[in-house]
C-alpha cells in the first residue's frame, strides 16, 4: 500500500528516528573496559524517570510481562497472599500469573471502565489484622480500557492502616508520559516495558525495584533465577549484566532517555495530557461517542479506548482502518472485545500525527456506517489545541 503505516496501537510506539540510528551499532564485547560506561548511563538516567533517588533501576531482557513476574518470584514467598483489582485485562493478565505461580489472590473486581477501587483496598487492608497481605498490586494505567488510577491514593489507604505489605505497581503504559512517582507514592516495584513511553522497540523489561523490596528479595523463597533481582543488582553494580546484554536496547534507552531529559520530563508530561485532551475533544464533541473510561477522574492521557454504537463491531472498524487507510487502531480485548477501538497517544508524536489517527478512525467508522459528521472529530481536536497553548497545562476535554 502506498504511503506510510500510521501506528496508532497503546504500544509498541512509534519509535524516533534519533532512537533508531542511535541503534543500528556493530556489536561490541559486553565485557570490554569501557562497557560500563553504557550501563551507568542507562541506569542513572532511569531514576529520574522513576523519579527515585533510593531505589534501584533494573532491565531484563524481557518485555513487561518478565518484570511482574520478577516482582512476584523475587519478593514474596511461595503461596503468599496479595491483593489485586480487576478492571481491564492486564490488571487481568497480573492476577492470572500470580494464581499461575501459585500465590493467593484476593481480588477487587471492579467494572472494566472504573479504575483501582480505592475504598476497598482500604477496607480488605483494614480487615487484615494479621497482615497476611503481602503485597498489593495496582496497575497504574490500564491499557485495555484506558483507565488511570490513583497509586498515590493506595499507598494512603497502606499507610492509614500501618499496613507493611509492598506496593507493586504497573506503569507499562504510564512510564515517561504519565507522572509516576516512586519515591513519594512509595512504591516498592515499578514494572514497565521498553515499547511505550520510552520510545523503543519492544523487548526490554523496565523495572524499579524499592531497597525495602530488595531486602525482601534477599529471604524470598519463591523460585527464581533468570530473572533474580540480586544477581542483576551485583553486575550491574559493577557496570556489567550477568548474562548478554542487547546492546542496541541499551543504546537506544541511552538515546530515548536524553530525548526526554531534553524536553523536560514535566513537559512530556504535559504534552500527553495536551494530545489526550484533544482524542477527548473529537470523541465527546466531535462524534458525539463514548469512552470506556466512565468518568472524567479515570481518563487515561496515553490511551482512549471508544465506545462504538449499539449495533457497530469494533472489530470492524479496526480492519477497515488497517485494510484501506494504513492505520492500525487498537482492538478491544476480552470483556470489551467488539464494544471499543482505542487511540495510543503515547510516546513520541504531535497534533499533526494524531489528527492523522483521528481522521483514520473517522473515515473507518463511517465506512462501517457510524453515524458521525464527516471532519468532525479532527475539526473538535483542531478547535481544542489552538484554544490551549501546546505543551501548557491542560484539563480534560469532557
Ligand atoms: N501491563 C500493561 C498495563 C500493559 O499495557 C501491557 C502491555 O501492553 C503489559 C502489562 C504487558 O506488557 P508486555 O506486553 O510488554 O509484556
Not at 229 to 256: H, I
Request: with cysteine.
Amino acid at each position: 500500500m502506498a504511503g506510510r503505516n500510521f501506528l496508532f496501537v497503546p504500544g509498541p510506539t512509534n519509535v524516533p528516528d534519533r532512537v533508531t540510528r542511535a541503534m543500528m551499532v556493530a556489536m561490541e564485547d559486553h565485557r570490554s573496559p569501557i562497557f560500563p560506561e553504557l550501563t551507568r548511563a542507562c541506569l542513572s538516567a532511569l531514576k529520574p524517570v522513576f523519579k527515585t533517588t533510593s531505589a534501584v533501576p533494573i532491565l531484563f531482557p524481557s518485555s513487561g510481562t518478565g518484570c511482574w513476574e520478577a516482582a512476584m518470584t523475587n519478593c514474596l514467598n511461595a503461596g503468599d497472599k496479595v491483593l489485586a483489582s480487576r478492571f481491564g485485562q492486564f490488571s487481568h493478565l497480573w492476577i492470572d500469573m500470580c494464581t499461575r505461580l501459585g500465590f493467593e489472590v484476593e481480588v477487587l473486581e471492579t467494572p472494566w471502565g472504573e479504575g483501582a477501587p480505592l475504598d476497598r483496598y482500604l477496607a480488605s487492608l483494614s480487615a487484615d489484622k494479621q497482615h497476611k497481605i503481602k503485597a498489593v498490586l495496582v496497575c497504574q494505567n490500564e491499557t485495555a480500557t484506558g483507565v488511570t488510577s490513583d497509586v498515590a491514593a493506595v499507598r494512603q489507604a497502606m499507610n492509614s492502616v500501618k499496613h507493611p505489605a509492598l506496593l507493586f505497581a504497573d506503569s507499562v503504559s504510564a512510564l515517561a508520559s504519565i507522572d509516576f512517582r516512586m519515591d513519594e507514592w512509595g512504591v516498592d516495584v515499578c514494572v514497565s516495558g521498553s515499547q511505550k513511553g520510552l520510545m523503543l522497540p519492544a523487548g526490554m523489561g523496565v523495572t524499579c525495584v524499592s531497597q525495602k523490596a530488595l531486602e525482601a528479595a534477599k529471604s524470598a523463597t519463591s523460585k527464581r533465577c533468570y530473572f533474580d533481582y540480586g544477581d542483576m543488582v551485583t553486575s550491574n553494580a559493577t557496570g556489567y549484566f550477568p548474562y548478554t546484554p542487547s546492546l542496541p536496547m541499551l543504546y537506544g534507552l541511552r538515546e530515548s532517555l536524553a530525548m526526554i531529559a531534553e524536553e523536560g520530563l514535566e513537559n512530556v508530561f504535559h504534552r500527553h495530557t495536551y494530545l489526550a485532551s484533544g482524542v477527548r475533544a473529537a470523541v465527546f464533541e466531535g462524534w458525539k461517542l463514548k469512552l470506556c473510561a466512565t468518568a472524567p477522574k479515570w481518563h487515561s492521557d496515553t490511551v482512549s479506548a471508544i465506545m462504538v454504537p449499539e449495533g457497530i463491531n469494533g472489530a470492524e472498524v479496526i480492519a477497515r482502518a488497517f485494510k484501506r487507510y494504513n492505520l492500525a487502531l487498537g482492538a478491544g480485548l476480552s470483556k470489551v472485545a467488539g464494544k471499543l477501538f482505542r487511540i495510543g497517544h503515547m510516546g513520541d508524536l504531535n497534533e499533526l500525527m494524531l489528527l492523522g489517527a483521528i481522521a483514520g478512525a473517522e473515515m473507518a467508522m463511517l465506512d462501517v456506517g457510524v453515524k458521525i459528521e464527516p471532519g468532525s472529530g479532527v475539526a473538535a481536536a483542531q478547535k481544542y489545541w489552538r484554544n490551549h497553548a501546546a505543551g501548557a497545562k491542560s484539563g480534560s476535554a469532557a
